[in-house]
């Protein structure tokens, strides 16, 4: 056995440039596989850590999808608001310790523009119970400041102190602009890698403010009278969704029925996890056909390398038959080239995995920065290990058609000159 690696690692030496391109068709391939399956599992992450720490969701009643969408995701819109006094309501029960109230509906350039309180800063979180943090500046305390998300800062190229008009509905070209109450920009956060980085955050005052002369969806010059200086005077009549922190994980189940069973309004109660999942499934296909499609990658490097085996058995005829000659048997001959594939196979994939983290170590700021997705160097998962071990059976499995070849072929056959 010992005799026929030799024999093996001396050929391949011979044919170094044959197996050094081999080795390195492997390896990108298996790259590929093992890459896509990184940014599938940290998409996954990513995607589930959006929210973080908060036990329910209150909106108007519809699905629990779309809550989430309009909520979380800023995807679409509520199909109604929910009254301020329902708010008050729910903050106001014992069960509840904190509440962010938000509101949806206008916009900056394409971004959506989010109305909420302090408390946003303070109690939002996602990751794994991340806080929001500041990259410059500080959280909007007078009626007009604005607190970007970094994506928002970053491609509008705004900055601390500058200007900007919101604009009415979420389009993104709105013909109808607040332009008599521009904003100025107090805070930019960090990145999250969530829908936060492309958020415009202000107070709950300053949407009532930029809708003093607005009615039914409709602008009216000068039909909201004169604006009230203090933002205290601005009190919200209704807001989109209410995002709640329990003080035990005990009453969620119970806080979420009665405010199902709310009889003021139709109010829905949901648990993001339990929503994140149902619309993780329901966006699922997309990664399975990237497994897919990286599988087939992969295929097409093991029948690669099985191409070039069998191109250079041919050339190969006299080295088998002198092999044969000297006294090796015909199995030793198919387990060479066995060896010769299993060998080839096992240094793609080692290459494979120094060429994976290599690339993660220099693109994961990257990654993060552009694409929202928080990568970690961590060392290979048990289903990414029983890919590679399928990967390297099936390279090992390239040889037996080689090997079978070689094994049929006789001396007097690798002797003869053909022409």
């Known amino acids: 056995m010992n005799t026929v690696a030799m024999l093996a690692w001396q050929s ?5 440039l044959t197996a050094i391109m081999t080795i390195l068709a492997i390896a990108v391939s298996v790259t590929l596989l093992l890459g896509v399956e990184k940014l599938r599992t940290g998409a996954k992450v990513s995607f589930s ?6 036990d329910l969701i209150v909106g108007a009643r519809s699905g629990s999808v779309q809550m989430l969408l309009y909520s979380v995701f800023r995807i679409g819109n509520a199909t109604n608001n929910i009254g301020w006094q329902s708010y008050q309501d729910i903050a106001a029960n014992p069960k509840v310790n904190w509440t962010i109230p938000i509101s949806l509906g206008d916009s900056h350039r394409g971004y959506r523009v989010l109305g909420t309180n302090t408390d946003y800063f303070k109690h939002y979180k996602y990751g794994r119970n ?3 943090q500041f990259s410059a500046g500080r959280q909007f305390n007078s009626l007009y400041d604005v607190v970007l998300g970094a994506e928002v800062a970053k491609k509008l190229g705004y900055q601390l102190q500058q200007s900007l008009v919101i604009g009415h509905g ?3 070209t709105s013909f109808s602009k607040h332009q008599d109450q521009p904003f100025n920009v107090v805070g930019i956060l960090k990145p999250t890698g969530t829908p936060l980085d492309r958020t415009l955050h202000v107070s709950l005052a300053a949407i ?4 003093t002369d607005w009615q039914s969806g409709a602008y009216i010059a000068g039909s ?4 009230p200086i203090e933002a205290s005077q601005l009190q919200p009549t209704a807001i989109t969704a209410v995002l709640v922190g329990l003080k035990s994980k005990m009453a969620i189940f119970g806080l979420q029925r009665s405010i199902n069973n709310y009889r003021s309004e139709a109010l829905q109660a949901i648990l993001p996890g339990v929503a994140l999942q149902e619309l993780w499934a329901m966006i699922s296909i997309a990664e399975k056909m990237l497994l897919v499609i990286s599988s087939f990658v992969v295929a097409t490097g093991l029948f690669g390398m099985l191409t070039v085996l069998l191109t250079s058995l041919n050339e190969r005829r006299r080295e088998m038959a002198i092999l044969r000659a000297v006294g090796a048997r015909p199995w030793q001959i198919f387990l060479l080239l066995m060896i010769e594939t299993a060998g080839l ?9 120094v060429m994976l983290y290599g690339g993660l170590a220099i693109t994961m700021p990257l990654i993060e920065s552009q694409f929202g997705l928080f990568l970690e160097l961590s060392w290979l998962s048990s289903y990414e290990l029983r890919l590679l071990v399928v990967v390297f059976v099936g390279g090992a499995l390239c040889g037996l058609v080689p090997g079978y070849r070689a094994y049929r072929n006789s001396v007097s056959d690798g002797m003869t000159v053909r022409v």
Do not use: P, Y
């Not at 009532?208 to 809708?211: G, L, R």
């Not at 909201?224 to 604006?227: Q, V």
């Open 345 to 353: 196979t096992l240094a793609g994939i080692l290459l494979a995995i």
């Open 49 to 54: 850590n959006t929210i973080s720490g908060t």
């Open 208 to 211: 009532e403010a930029i809708h």
């Open 130 to 132: 991340r806080q929001l």
């Open 12 to 16: 391949m030496k011979n044919r170094r």
């Open 170 to 172: 979420i389009g993104n």
């Open 224 to 227: 909201g009278g004169d604006l």
